[in-house]
């Protein structure tokens, strides 16, 4: 992924948490003319779980947001390997949609990069072959 897509990928971000975060603040129950009038504020339950809501709201928008990025970095290698000849229905093909979905193979597999599509494939198929045999 190249700098200008993250950058744009995190603006996005923000700007969907801004969106959110303002939703809450919005969709909160507003204290009555009478309430205000009379100078009430919530107990500090009420502003414990208020501030937890946004917290889970924020920590769940966090984990989309690494899940798409997941997704993103497991289809541009599947992708490369149908290039380099994995194409679907093949062995290569089904053992890398395998593998992949580790993080730990897809850090080795990244720094294939530079190296031609039978070195690729290769580690596939023995990475495959060493974890289920």
């Given at each position: 992924m190249?700098?200008?897509?993250?950058?744009?990928?995190d603006?996005?971000?923000?700007?969907?948490m801004?969106?959110l975060?303002?939703?809450?603040?919005?969709?909160?129950?507003?204290p009555?003319y009478?309430?205000?009038?009379?100078?009430?504020?919530?107990g500090?339950?009420?502003k414990g779980?208020?501030g937890?809501?946004?917290l889970h709201?924020v920590s769940g928008?966090?984990?989309?947001?690494?899940?798409?990025?997941?997704?993103h970095e497991?289809h541009?290698?599947?992708?490369m390997?149908?290039?380099?000849?994995a194409?679907p229905?093949?062995?290569?093909h089904?053992y890398?949609?395998?593998?992949?979905?580790?993080q730990?193979y897809r850090?080795?597999?990244?720094?294939f990069k530079?190296f031609?599509p039978?070195?690729r494939?290769?580690?596939?198929?023995?990475?495959?072959?060493?974890?289920?045999?």
């Amino acid at each position: 992924m190249d700098i200008s897509n993250k950058e744009q990928e995190d603006e996005e971000f923000e700007s969907v948490m801004l969106a959110l975060a303002l939703d809450v603040m919005l969709s909160e129950e507003r204290p009555t003319y009478a309430q205000r009038k009379l100078h009430l504020s919530p107990g500090p339950e009420e502003k414990g779980t208020v501030g937890l809501t946004k917290l889970h709201l924020v920590s769940g928008l966090q984990e989309k947001q690494i899940v798409s990025s997941n997704r993103h970095e497991i289809h541009d290698m599947m992708a490369m390997l149908i290039a380099d000849g994995a194409i679907p229905g093949t062995d290569e093909h089904f053992y890398a949609s395998q593998l992949l979905l580790e993080q730990k193979y897809r850090d080795v597999f990244s720094s294939f990069k530079g190296f031609s599509p039978s070195v690729r494939l290769g580690w596939i198929k023995r990475t495959w072959e060493l974890n289920n045999f």
